[in-house]
């Protein structure tokens, strides 16, 4: 029997083969220096300094209680919230779902900047106006960004939305019937909310809980710019100061276990209680959601939703807008003393400013159609059991999920520094470390979308004769162009954020523009910081408007929770 | 020109350095070496100095030989030699020249074969001997001082800090910021001689004073600036100048303990993928031009001889300085780190 040679079986093997070794890499050098002493002979030495010594039990800790806090706090904001918007007739319902968002669209470090020109004790610029109003002393401060209270609540800033989201579509899908046979026995509004709408909603809130609590363990960038001033490290930045010189590469192995354990337990304990969501959603077919009328609270609520906003979106922005045209960033500008001294120094003096935007941008742009492609395949694979076997391959590419980002930069750092391909130094270590990150997100997204797509169509094409690879190039891939550029979407925007792999891979050839900002943060230069966060915002929200027109899906709303910055 | 060729022989002859240095013959910026720099078009240049400063003295040497990109790579000192270190350790070769406020960085470079000797007439003629390598591997660029700076819309002058013991007085507490050592070569270079004087001991106690720790010696400058904090414990003196200069309410406070010392050395590194360049840029720095430039335009003390002292700064021959000890800095570095980490917590 003649067939067209069907090149699925190799291309499973490959991919797999890649999977493999971008993960198993990184993990296994990992493992192997933080057993290793610094001889090189195996040893559990690192373990004991890890968890004797004061320099690293005290970040343990402190990260322990970040990350709780930021958890319970974004849980507190984004529940109400999310109830707000999904559930009741409050106004601006549709923008606030927006803006929060497009929130999440500023990297974490650049919203720890911007609260640091709003709230250091002294110069920030809500310090100054309670002075002025109250009329306190100078040194008198309302707010101390420099705390860990400080940054515990701007980590929560860009840590609510994930949450956010993920209870607002989890009460856009609960079921409305049951809302209605409760109301219908004769429970009052609030009962119903108490009784029905929150007890099906817990579960997506764990799940939340967990993801915000995951987050705020495994940033590096807020930390870096708020613990240190402050004169504490969290387990992050500790692991980053290893790097130091001179460098202990064993011992920051060893430090990264942690984070990558409690990671990978906190995952399944999120699969576990998104699991047990699927009770609500049994059989059928549902009504929409009934809203919930506000009444006189209409407005008082839509007023304290946009005061939530204001603390990652709307302050944080009219501080770097301020910074920007201002000479020093802690004094207000006008019209008589605005200055582009900032800007034509950024753009005209500082020499890393170019290079840098042409590394961040083909390094986005590339990873991005790398990522969505692999992503693409894999999903296919997975989706339409293409091959024995394919379910592993799903599980590969859901791993690095469990990678915090700095542990990856570490692990590709121990991997690629050394023959046989020694990437460090040039722009691939950062490409492989960025498709490693972004992977998962981008094959969940797409595997979704493959389940939208009916195989009958495929097996049209099969029927005819074209190979599989074919089949998808030709057929599947057109009805799946929306969720594949929301994809390549996603992925851009998340590279050009990318901070806590990239500081530890980066090479002054390789410099990408958080690495930059994050160099200009250490001198303190905040005008040029200014500049480039907005130009890095702006960037990223014309690409997203463009992906948005050329897709049509809303891109945002896709954007799937995990480490990042 | 016939007069100070006479007079460079007289200054070497007596330490022998024509004799036993490596040093090559000093060199000047000829039209060949302008050319083959021009060939390669660009030259990495690794500094600790302030962008404001760096930058603006890479685009004039730019603009004086169109042709030539200058791309700075400026980080803290002590970043800057980790930076080196790791990629050189991956076999990168990036750095064309380096320029580091920790001068105990440029000993283990040399002894490792790094750096590529190169002199210039300027160097070997303008440059005192103690201020260059004999064997003509690294030459100081510059000098500054790490200075203690008030705010004097915050601090009024009778009660401002007349040197280290005063910042002590818990007057000041959670009133100062301060830089790091594992990060800026300045404050390395500093947090050793203040040891030496005052020992550790006052180290611990400054670090209960809540100090406000940011990462370079060039910030302390900006967050007084900015009214963040009331003192700056230390910094790099040109900043502070330079922010007063420009209508800042700043006060540069020379301790009596006595004030830190920093020079700036800078080097050509051999496996430079822009040797000519390097070399180019090198040359015109330490020329009385480039020097100028720096002192024009940052106010810090020139190590040619050539250039006079910014007018309006205090000379510094009336400042009662610390000692300078590259090689002790070099020993003591990692203890540095250790202990200072182990009080400020960062």
């Known amino acids: 029997m003649k067939r067209t040679f069907d090149l699925s079986r190799p291309v499973l093997i490959a991919v797999a083969a890649l999977l493999a070794v971008m993960i198993v890499l990184p993990v296994g050098w990992l493992v192997v220096y933080a057993f290793s002493s610094k001889e090189g002979g195996a040893s559990l030495g690192n373990f004991a300094t890890l968890f004797t010594d004061p320099t690293?039990?005290?970040?343990?800790?402190?990260?322990?209680?970040?990350?709780?806090?930021?958890?319970?706090?974004?849980?507190?904001?984004?529940?109400?919230?999310?109830?707000?918007?999904?559930r009741t007739d409050m106004p601006l319902a549709r923008s606030v779902r927006t803006l929060v968002m497009a929130s999440l669209v500023t990297p974490p470090f650049v919203g720890a900047i911007a609260w640091e020109m709003l709230a250091a004790p002294n110069s920030g610029l809500l310090n100054q106006l309670w002075r002025s109003l109250t009329g306190m002393p100078a040194?008198?401060?309302?707010?101390?960004?420099?705390?860990?209270?400080?940054?515990?609540?701007?980590?929560?800033?860009?840590?609510?939305?994930?949450?956010?989201?993920?209870?607002?579509?989890?009460?856009?899908?609960?079921?409305?019937?049951?809302?209605?046979?409760?109301?219908?026995?004769?429970?009052?509004?609030?009962?119903?909310?108490?009784?029905?709408?929150?007890?099906?909603?817990?579960?997506?809130?764990?799940?939340?809980?967990?993801?915000?609590?995951?987050?705020?363990?495994?940033?590096?960038?807020?930390?870096?710019?708020?613990?240190?001033?402050?004169?504490?490290?969290?387990?992050?930045?500790?692991?980053?100061?290893?790097?130091?010189?001179?460098?202990?590469?064993?011992?920051?192995?060893?430090?990264?276990?942690?984070?990558?354990?409690?990671?990978?337990?906190?995952?399944?304990?999120?699969?576990?209680a998104l699991g047990r969501r699927g009770y609500a959603v049994l059989g059928g077919k549902y009504g929409e959601p009934r809203l919930i009328k506000l009444g006189a609270l209409k407005w008082p609520a839509a007023g304290l939703a946009l005061l939530v906003l204001a603390m990652p979106l709307f302050l944080p922005y009219a501080a770097l807008f301020n910074s920007a045209f201002s000479r020093v960033a802690s004094r207000v500008i006008s019209f008589?003393?605005?200055?582009?001294?900032?800007?034509?120094?950024?753009?005209?003096?500082?020499s890393s400013t170019m290079p840098a935007l042409k590394n961040t941008f083909l390094l986005a742009t590339s990873t991005a159609t790398v990522g969505a492609l692999l992503a693409l395949l894999i999903a296919y694979i997975v989706a339409r059991k293409a091959v024995a076997g394919h379910r592993v391959l799903g599980f590969l590419a859901t791993a690095p999920l469990a990678i915090p980002g700095i542990v990856l930069g570490v692990g590709l750092f121990l991997a690629y520094t050394r023959p046989p391909l020694t990437l460090y130094g040039t722009l691939w270590i950062l490409l492989i470390a960025f498709v490693t990150?972004?992977?998962?997100?981008?094959?969940?997204?797409?595997?979704?979308?493959?389940?939208?797509?009916?195989?009958?169509?495929?097996?049209?094409?099969?029927?005819?004769?074209?190979?599989?690879?074919?089949?998808?190039?030709?057929?599947?891939?057109?009805?799946?162009?929306?969720?594949?550029?929301?994809?390549?979407?996603?992925?851009?925007?998340?590279?050009?954020?990318?901070?806590?792999?990239?500081?530890?891979?980066?090479?002054?050839?390789?410099?990408?523009?958080?690495?930059?900002?994050?160099?200009?943060?250490?001198?303190?230069?905040?005008?040029?910081?200014?500049?480039?966060?907005?130009?890095?915002?702006?960037?990223?929200?014309?690409?997203?408007?463009?992906?948005?027109?050329?897709?049509?899906?809303?891109?945002?709303?896709?954007?799937?929770?995990?480490?990042?910055? | 020109m016939h007069r100070r060729t006479l007079l460079a022989s007289a200054a070497l002859l007596p330490f022998g350095a024509r004799v036993v240095s490596a040093a090559p013959p000093p060199e000047t910026i000829t039209p060949a070496l302008i050319e083959a720099a021009r060939k390669e078009g660009k030259v990495s240049y690794y500094t600790a100095m302030d962008l404001s400063v760096a930058e603006p003295m890479a685009r004039t040497f730019e603009a004086k030989f169109p042709g030539i990109t200058v791309r700075v790579e400026r980080s803290g000192a002590e970043r800057v030699f980790q930076r080196i270190g790791m990629e050189y350790q991956s076999k990168i070769y990036n750095c064309d020249v380096a320029n580091s406020s920790d001068a105990a960085h440029f000993l283990p470079w040399k002894r490792q074969g790094w750096l590529a000797p190169f002199v210039t007439v300027d160097m070997a003629e303008n440059v005192p001997a103690e201020q260059r390598d004999p064997d003509g591997t690294y030459v100081n660029q510059r000098t500054h001082l790490s200075t203690i700076a008030y705010n004097t819309s915050l601090v009024k002058p009778e009660d401002a800090p007349k040197g280290f013991a005063d910042l002590l007085d818990p007057k000041y507490a959670g009133k100062m910021v301060k830089g790091h050592p594992g990060y800026s070569g300045t404050i390395m270079t500093a947090t050793q001689q203040i040891v030496q004087v005052l020992g550790w001991g006052y180290f611990e106690k400054l670090a209960?004073?809540?100090?406000?720790?940011?990462?370079?010696?060039?910030?302390?400058?900006?967050?007084?600036?900015?009214?963040?904090?009331?003192?700056?414990?230390?910094?790099?003196?040109?900043?502070?100048?330079?922010?007063?200069?420009?209508?800042?309410?700043?006060?540069?406070?020379?301790?009596?303990?006595?004030?830190?010392?920093?020079?700036?050395?800078?080097a050509v590194f051999k496996a430079a993928p822009n040797p000519n360049a390097a070399r180019l840029l090198v040359a015109w720095i330490m020329s009385a031009e480039g020097q100028q430039f720096i002192v024009d335009l940052s106010g810090q003390y020139p190590a040619n001889k050539l250039v006079k002292a910014k007018a309006g700064r205090p000379a510094l021959a009336s400042i009662k300085t610390l000692p300078e000890d590259a090689a002790a800095v070099e020993k003591q570095a990692d203890e540095i780190k250790l202990k200072y980490a182990k009080f400020f917590k960062v």
């Not at chain 1, 800790?61 to 958890?71: D, E, F, P, Y």
């Not at chain 1, 202990?248 to 399944?268: D, G, H, I, Y």
């Not at chain 1, 200055?339 to 120094?345: I, P, Q, V, Y």
């Open chain 2, 208 to 266: 209960k004073q809540k100090v406000l720790q940011v990462q370079s010696a060039t910030e302390p400058p900006k967050k007084i600036e900015a009214g963040e904090r009331a003192i700056a414990v230390d910094g790099s003196d040109y900043l502070f100048w330079m922010a007063k200069e420009r209508g800042a309410p700043i006060q540069v406070v020379h301790a009596v303990e006595g004030t830190p010392m920093i020079s700036n050395p800078m």
């Open chain 1, 56 to 86: 690293f039990v005290d970040p343990l800790i402190t990260t322990l209680i970040i990350a709780v806090s930021v958890s319970l706090l974004c849980c507190a904001i984004a529940a109400p919230l999310g109830w707000l918007v999904a």
């Open chain 1, 139 to 272: 040194d008198e401060a309302l707010l101390d960004i420099y705390s860990l209270e400080g940054l515990i609540f701007v980590i929560a800033c860009y840590t609510f939305p994930y949450v956010f989201i993920l209870v607002a579509n989890a009460l856009d899908r609960m079921p409305g019937e049951l809302e209605d046979a409760s109301s219908m026995l004769g429970a009052k509004t609030w009962d119903t909310a108490r009784r029905i709408t929150v007890p099906l909603a817990l579960p997506t809130l764990l799940a939340g809980a967990l993801v915000a609590f995951l987050q705020a363990m495994n940033l590096f960038g807020s930390p870096a710019i708020l613990a240190i001033p402050a004169g504490f490290h969290t387990l992050t930045t500790r692991i980053w100061s290893l790097f130091q010189f001179p460098p202990k590469p064993e011992l920051a192995a060893a430090a990264s276990l942690p984070l990558l354990v409690l990671t990978v337990l906190l995952l399944r304990a999120q699969a576990m």
């Open chain 1, 336 to 350: 008589e003393t605005a200055t582009l001294h900032n800007f034509r120094f950024t753009f005209f003096e500082l």
């Open chain 1, 437 to 565: 990150i972004e992977l998962p997100a981008a094959y969940q997204q797409l595997s979704s979308a493959f389940h939208a797509v009916h195989p009958e169509l495929e097996e049209a094409g099969r029927m005819l004769g074209a190979s599989r690879l074919r089949t998808l190039a030709d057929i599947t891939a057109p009805l799946l162009r929306s969720a594949v550029i929301a994809t390549w979407c996603f992925i851009f925007v998340a590279v050009i954020r990318e901070l806590s792999a990239a500081v530890i891979l980066f090479t002054s050839d390789t410099k990408v523009l958080s690495v930059l900002i994050f160099d200009l943060k250490e001198s303190g230069d905040v005008g040029a910081i200014a500049v480039l966060s907005l130009v890095m915002v702006a960037i990223t929200t014309v690409v997203v408007a463009a992906a948005n027109r050329l897709g049509g899906t809303r891109t945002a709303g896709r954007l799937h929770a995990r480490a990042a910055g």
